[in-house]
């Protein structure tokens, strides 16, 4: 067997947190390897990157999740007994809970809901001197995925929850205040949620049986019982806060839409096929979670190397969608590498990869792209403004990363014309 090569520090977790995108990837550069071992919050880590990689990554017989995650990120952007920490034949039982919600009718009713929120929130727009799009796109999510959900939302209420929701995925990975904050809205959120689940199962409020949060209320587990409500809150929560994260990719879409002029030209004419290769770039290139972790189930050898039961790794999500073995001059941002071929399950990873009912990859990938698409249309196509020149670019030490400044707009205005409309992406098993 071949030794793993290993970082000469004694803990590397400070460099880690310095640039967490590209920690992985560039000690990989530099050891010229996919693999090596560092200690990272006083453990031993393995950490890989690429698409081989992912394939053994996403093998479901030599990777579990139980214990995966930092106790900080449990108590934060995951919560308690979600989905997210489950292995075999429970996780593939409440996946398929979260699968059944992501049907295209209920996606394209998201949209229109979205779209809706975004036409009420342009109006204000036109009266406001300078608009936080990172916020107001936050507000606009809020509302819509409450209301798609079933999840009752008093227009009193909807700062306070924007808050709380955004806190979970917006301060998870900071230390000190930051990450107080993010416990107290995970406490906060919690309380919110058990709550309506308890009304619903009450038949105190009474919401469809098609909505997502009706679902996950009665859903039961492979012992015939209901969930904890507890439970069932983080799972909904679990729809909730990163439907609000996708405010992020939209302030992204800004960021492009403002450094790549060609890109608003190309959106303006309205071909789908394009829309489609410009959000998947803006996925592709733009970082959002660094990496995702999980632990050796069972001992296997993998190009020379050991993998010991028990071992902690982590796969590079950025380095992935960075590797330039996959992607032809990863550094350029050119949708019309989406136009020329699709990729396969494990190189464009920015929400995790494999299969849907089997992994963990992500199952809001088909809503994430839907919004996304939503959103770029409504930039090139709803509404005209211009960007406050600040700090613009794209802080990579913080998670997630965002222009520095944010992206803050002035003198918009409302292009009259047809409505947005975008098919919705999604059909179970088909890549987006
Ligand atoms: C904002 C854009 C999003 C990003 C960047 C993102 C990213 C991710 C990543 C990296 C994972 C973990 C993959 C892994 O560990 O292998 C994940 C899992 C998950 N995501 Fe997303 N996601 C997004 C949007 C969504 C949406 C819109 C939803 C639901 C409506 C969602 C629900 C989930 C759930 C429930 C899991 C856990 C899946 C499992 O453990 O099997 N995500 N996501």
Redesign the pocket.
């Known amino acids: 067997m071949k030794p793993i090569p290993k970082l000469q520090k004694w803990d590397s977790t400070l460099d880690l947190l310095r640039d967490p995108y590209r920690f992985i990837s560039r000690n990989c550069q530099s050891n010229h390897t996919d693999l090596f071992e560092a200690r990272l919050l006083l453990q031993k880590t393995y950490c890989m990157r690429g698409q081989d990689a992912a394939r053994i990554f996403y093998d479901p017989d030599l990777f579990c999740r139980a214990g995966a995650a930092p106790k900080a990120v449990m108590k934060t952007l995951f919560g308690q007994g979600g989905?997210?920490s489950l292995d075999e034949e429970d996780?593939r039982h409440r996946?398929q809970m979260?699968l059944s919600i992501m049907t295209p009718e209920k996606i394209e009713r998201l949209n229109v809901l979205t779209e809706h929120q975004l036409s009420f929130a342009l109006t204000r727009w036109k009266e406001m001197r300078e608009v936080s799009l990172y916020e107001e796109f936050q507000r606009v999510l809020t509302i819509a995925v409450c209301d798609w959900a079933g999840v009752p939302l008093a227009d009193s209420e909807v700062g306070q929850r924007t808050k709380q929701l955004t806190s979970l995925f917006n301060d998870a990975t900071k230390i000190g205040l930051g990450h107080i904050r993010a416990r107290l809205a995970r406490r906060q959120a919690n309380k919110w949620i058990t709550d309506i689940i308890q009304q619903i199962r009450d038949k105190e409020i009474s919401i469809s049986t098609q909505s997502p949060a009706y679902t996950i209320a009665w859903h039961r587990d492979l012992k015939n019982e209901l969930l904890e409500p507890q439970i069932a809150a983080v799972e909904l929560l679990?729809?909730l806060r990163?439907?609000v994260?996708?405010s992020?990719?939209m302030t992204l879409i800004a960021h492009a839409l403002h450094f790549r002029p060609g890109c608003r030209e190309k959106l303006q004419s309205n071909s789908d096929e394009y829309v489609k290769a410009f959000v998947q770039e803006v996925r592709r290139y733009y970082p959002?979670?660094p990496f995702?972790a999980a632990i050796v189930q069972t001992y296997f050898e993998w190009h020379g190397f050991e993998f010991p039961r028990g071992q902690r790794v982590l796969l590079d999500?950025y380095g992935t969608d960075h590797d330039s073995r996959i992607w032809k001059e990863p550094e350029l941002f050119q949708p019309e590498r989406f136009l020329i071929r699709e990729p396969n399950l494990y190189e464009l990873i920015?929400?995790?990869g494999g299969e849907y009912a089997l992994?963990?990859?992500?199952?809001?990938e088909w809503?994430?792209v839907s919004l996304m698409k939503l959103t770029a249309q409504f930039l090139t196509q709803k509404v005209r403004y211009q960007v406050r020149n600040r700090k613009l670019e794209i802080n990579f030490s913080q998670m997630p990363a965002l222009p520095r400044d944010d992206m803050r707009i002035h003198s918009v205005r409302e292009i009259k014309s047809v409505p947005v409309t975008v098919s919705p992406s999604q059909s179970h098993g088909v890549r987006i």
Do not use: D, E
């Open positions: 989905v997210q996780h996946k979260f679990n729809l990163p439907v994260a996708i992020v990719y959002f979670f995702t999500l920015p929400q995790g992994n963990h990859r992500c199952p809001g809503i994430t």
